[in-house]
């Protein structure tokens, strides 16, 4: 099973970028998927993340910029990020919690970041 984040980029202060993160391989369902940033210096951090029946969660400094979002015909899940500022600058990763058509749970499934960088 791989999850595989994607979107990453340079914006400027007030940008948006979409991040993906589309997982594959012989995964049976996806209970919640969620993002988690890394800042340098800083501890891994809880972003946002949603169920499988599409409820949100969010952290409390999100505060209305981001949005998160998921199909799960095709096993992704998106972050919408508008109102970029530069302190979202991280690695965002992807996580999910999964059960793989072997008949395994995996409560703890992370994927490679990709880089959010706000600079002006």
């Known amino acids: 099973v791989q999850l595989q984040a994607s979107g990453g980029g340079l914006v400027q202060p007030g940008g948006s970028l979409r991040l993906s993160c589309a997982a594959s391989?012989?995964?049976?369902?996806?209970?919640?998927m969620s993002w988690y940033r890394q800042a340098p210096g800083h501890a891994r951090e809880f972003v946002a993340a949603?169920?499988?029946?599409?409820?949100?969660n969010y952290a409390d400094f999100v505060q209305g910029r981001f949005a998160i979002t998921r199909d799960n015909a095709r096993n992704t899940m998106y972050l919408q990020m508008n109102s970029l500022q530069l302190e979202d600058t991280a690695v965002y990763y992807c996580?999910?919690?999964?059960?793989?058509?072997?008949?395994?749970?995996?409560?703890?499934?992370w994927g490679e970041g990709t880089q959010v960088t706000v600079s002006s």
């Open positions: 996580h999910a919690d999964l059960w793989t058509d072997s008949g395994e749970y995996d409560m703890d499934h």
């Open positions: 391989g012989s995964i049976l369902s996806i209970n919640v």
């Open positions: 949603i169920t499988s029946i599409g409820t949100p």
